[in-house]
């Protein structure tokens, strides 16, 4: 195949077909054996490979650049492309998989299409790709392959993403564009996986137009900052609101220049969302949270039936700061008959210090049947304006918080809604607030019942 690849194509495959040398080979089979798994790994270094970065930068293209060449060389392989919905699977990756087979006539010409199933199989190898998507649930638990591909991972939660990779025999690859942190991040921890950054400046083939677009956001001139990593450094200290590069003149006067785009389009870095509600919250561990011994616990509870029960341990430490511990996070069903013994199951030192539950007004039956279970339990403070007035009161203090992934998912995209001029409404989006609304009912409770001075 006599591809029209991009430096991102290259490091893509470079890194997918990276080979253990014998050495490495056998320290990993040593390590396979005292972990208890039966067989021999794979000669390659990673069963994994994330391709993240700005926009255009090609991470897609390159990836099912790839999986063609994998479907031309190999014999009888499945490869199942996952997208949030079958919809957008479709109608974005299938559409790019067919103009790279456009310009690949000699490979197009053995290609069986079968369109009500969105798949596609090269005759003379007999290797299959699927397009899918993981809103049928059906299709993603009954679904093995040998290969899997995640477009846009930031879509898929951590629980879909394991039921399919572990009906993946054999590597795994990913793409996304770091508008947030997430659970995937705590993978660059695994040996046998691998992230690639790109931007649209690897990519040869990004359209003129879409380059001057793309550069119209940055803020600050030109060649004053330097990246390392994932920061941004200027005179050799990381960016802050005291250090600041000179900004970009011409960009500034156009009221083009825009850090978040910058950052996350162009340069394909994370950055906070500018109608993100939350900001600056302290991340520590259990150990300090625990250390925290001079302190009442109290208990903040969101009830969920469908979507998470979250119930949180909070501490004040009587100086402007509080601490949190996320404790509880699954739903669960007939909440009100079993709430009582779902909650000492899970966590019995909650009724053995007799502490303060504090949860959703709206919810009053399950407040009762704690009550009526021996907790001491009481509704949140409610009314028109609360939500806003909690969120502005907990803005005012110190959190220092044991983020788990749940509750670093929710942190991160927690926002206020947008008209379509890109103006924040003052409205917090409804979606994924279970952990966070558990800890604005006891904190704002606390506000008034500790008489804390805002």
């Known amino acids: 195949m006599n591809l029209q690849a991009t430096e991102t194509f ?15 080979w056998s320290k990993r089979c040593e390590d396979y054996q005292k972990n208890g798994i039966i067989g021999l790994p794979s000669t390659f270094r990673y069963n994994q490979v994330v391709s993240m970065g700005g926009s255009r930068s090609s991470k897609t293209y390159s990836i099912l650049q790839l999986l063609l060449t994998e479907m031309v060389t190999r014999n009888d392989i499945k490869i199942t492309v996952w997208r949030a919905t079958k919809t957008e699977c479709r109608a974005n990756v299938m559409d790019n998989f067919l103009t790279i087979l456009r310009s690949h006539p000699e490979i197009n010409n053995f290609m069986v299409e079968n369109k009500q199933k969105a798949t ?23 679904s093995t392959q040998h290969i899997s591909f995640f477009n846009e991972i930031t879509e898929f939660s951590h629980a879909v993403y394991l039921q ?25 921890f695994d040996e046998e996986s691998t992230f690639i950054h790109s931007d649209f400046r690897n990519n040869i083939y990004c359209p003129v137009p879409i380059q001057k677009r793309l550069l119209s956001y940055e803020p600050w001139e030109r060649g004053s900052y330097e990246i390392r990593g994932a920061e941004i450094f200027y005179r050799n200290q990381p960016l802050s609101n005291s250090n600041q590069p000179p900004p970009h003149i011409e960009n500034v006067k156009k009221n083009t220049a825009n850090e978040y785009m910058w950052l996350v389009y162009g340069l394909g870095l994370g950055a906070e969302k500018p109608n993100k509600i939350y900001k600056g919250w302290h991340s520590i561990e259990e150990e300090e949270f625990d250390a925290q011994t001079g302190f009442t616990s109290y208990f ?23 601490f949190v511990k996320p404790r509880l996070y699954q739903p669960m069903q007939d909440i009100e008959d079993n709430i009582g013994t779902w909650l000492n199951m899970e966590c019995p030192d909650i009724k053995k210090l007799g502490a303060l539950i504090v949860g959703d007004s709206a919810k009053l039956a399950y407040i009762e049947a704690l009550t009526n279970a021996g907790y001491w339990a009481d509704s949140a403070i409610k009314g028109s304006g609360s939500v806003d007035l909690g969120i502005s009161s907990m ?3 110190q959190m220092y918080v044991v983020f788990n992934e749940d509750l670093k998912s929710e942190y991160d995209e927690y926002s206020w809604e947008v008209d379509k001029n890109d103006v924040s409404r003052d409205v917090p989006l409804k979606k994924n607030d279970h952990y966070l609304d558990a800890i604005r009912y006891i904190v704002t409770y606390l506000i008034d019942y500790l008489q804390i001075p805002l």
């Open 395 to 397: 803005q005012k203090f």
């Open 300 to 322: 903040g509870i969101d009830f969920g039936t469908s979507v998470p029960t979250a119930a949180v341990e909070v501490k004040y430490n009587g100086d402007g700061a509080f």
């Open 10 to 24: 290259d490091r893509t495959w470079i890194e997918y077909h990276d080979q253990l040398s014998d050495e490495e």
């Open 164 to 188: 399919i990779a572990q009906r993946t025999s054999e590597r795994i690859l990913c793409d996304y564009n770091p508008s947030k942190s997430f659970w995937l991040e705590s993978y660059r």
């Open 120 to 142: 596609f199989t090269y005759s003379l190898t007999g290797s299959k790709i699927i397009f899918e998507g993981s809103d049928d649930v059906g299709k993603v638990l009954g």
